[in-house]
């Protein structure tokens, strides 16, 4: 059975997403945030069992044929848990076909949710912090090598590359992993930098210099500031002022330090929320920071993070936030601030942007007209009700 086959079998196996409103689903939109490590739906995590001869390690997490379910999650209260489990099936993950394969998995069904262009992220230090680092060829190998089949998949949507450097290796590390890329063939893929893995013990400061190298190179950067963190807000202000970022990763703590919003506007810092991921350590996903943000005017995104170990898509992110009115400002500001903070020619924006105004008009004129239908239909049975011959 070839690569894509097995690609095909994993996107067969999986239900059909229940409770699913057209609207979200159909909405034009970008991800501007999802690690392709996290995209191992757990019938992938068994196809790579199988394939690279890995006992799964976490029989509860993976070793079911069905999606994740919620539950296990909602246990999941510390950051240090999920990274255990993380870890553990990242480590699946071992040949450049693999992560080729889960590129073009992840874009299939990205796709088919209306996905426009993905910005997925990837970390050298993604198997755990004790220094064994994939090499690029192994995983930008394979990103490489799965272009050939982008074509023969009908993949439209487009896709770069952030490479993340973990907080818990040193920041020198991270500084020869940029050279590697800097100097390698795989360059065209990369579009950006981000910092990932818990800010507790590893403030952003000690990465200033490796930040400010990349970005003199033409990367972007993006950072990872936590919710619910000890010191959260010190570590956006690090993030804003001593490191100067293009895109905050959830960041949602912000709104502690209302006085910090009218300068990431002004400086046009986007934020790349993901609201799943909060679901699962705190109630209410925070949904009141997200629709203040949105509401203040900053450029925030709403993004997918782990879709496949959560089993939760973009879509169900977007679904999540939204209500399933047409006339929802919020997912459709979402949506185009999605848009607006791609790391894309401006161009290809505009095209992305018309297509969004083509969407949301149409799906506007199909609620007027099922309103008036609606109306047509209360006055007819209001007539008949005081008609005296009835
Ligand atoms: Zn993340």
Not at 52 to 81: Q, R, S, W
Not at 190 to 219: H, M, Q, T
């Amino acid at each position: 059975m070839s690569n894509l086959d097995l690609i095909n079998q994993a996107l067969n196996a999986r239900p059909k997403p229940e409770g699913e409103d057209p609207f979200f689903a159909k909405l034009p939109k970008c991800e501007l945030h999802v690690h392709l490590e996290g995209t191992i739906w757990p019938v992938s995590a068994i196809l790579l069992s199988g394939r690279n001869g890995i006992h799964i390690p976490i029989p509860e997490v993976v070793n079911v044929t069905g999606p994740l379910h919620l539950a296990t999650f909602k246990e999941i209260i510390e950051l240090e848990d999920f990274h255990h489990i993380y870890y553990a099936t990242t480590r699946l993950i071992q040949q450049a076909t693999d992560y080729g394969d889960l590129y073009l998995e992840y874009l299939l069904h990205a796709q088919g949710q209306n996905i426009m262009h993905v910005e997925m992220s990837f970390d050298p230090h993604a198997r755990g912090l004790d220094g064994a680092r994939i090499p690029l060829d192994t995983i930008l190998g394979g990103i490489e090598a799965a272009q050939g089949a982008r074509m023969l998949l009908d993949l439209e949507i487009s896709a770069s590359m952030i490479m993340c450097f973990s907080r818990g290796r040193p920041a020198e590390e991270a500084d020869q992993i940029l050279t590697e890329l800097l100097r390698s063939s795989y360059r065209g893929f990369v579009v950006g930098v981000g910092l990932d893995s818990r800010e507790k013990r590893y403030p952003a400061i000690e990465f200033k210099d490796v930040f400010a190298r990349a970005n003199e190179a033409g990367l972007k950067t993006a950072m990872h500031c936590d919710i619910n963190e000890i010191n959260s807000i010190g570590h956006i202000r690090q993030a804003i002022y001593d490191i100067g970022v293009d895109r905050i990763i959830h960041g949602l703590d912000i709104t502690i330090d209302p006085s910090l919003i009218p300068e990431v506007i002004e400086r046009k810092i986007s934020f790349a929320c993901c609201p799943f991921s909060y679901l699962v350590k705190v109630p209410g996903f925070k949904r009141l920071q997200i629709k203040q943000l949105l509401e203040s005017g900053v450029l925030l995104s709403i993004n997918s993070d782990y879709p496949g170990m959560y089993d939760w898509r973009l879509t169900d992110n977007f679904q999540l936030v939204g209500e399933s009115t047409i006339p929802d400002s919020e997912i459709v500001k979402a949506a185009r601030n999605s848009i607006a903070t791609a790391w894309l020619p401006e161009i290809k924006k505009q095209e992305m942007f018309d297509k969004l105004d083509r969407y949301i008009n149409d799906c506007m004129v199909e609620w007027a007209r099922e309103v008036a239908a609606q109306q047509e239909s209360d006055i007819a049975v209001e007539e008949l009700s005081t008609d005296p011959r009835v």
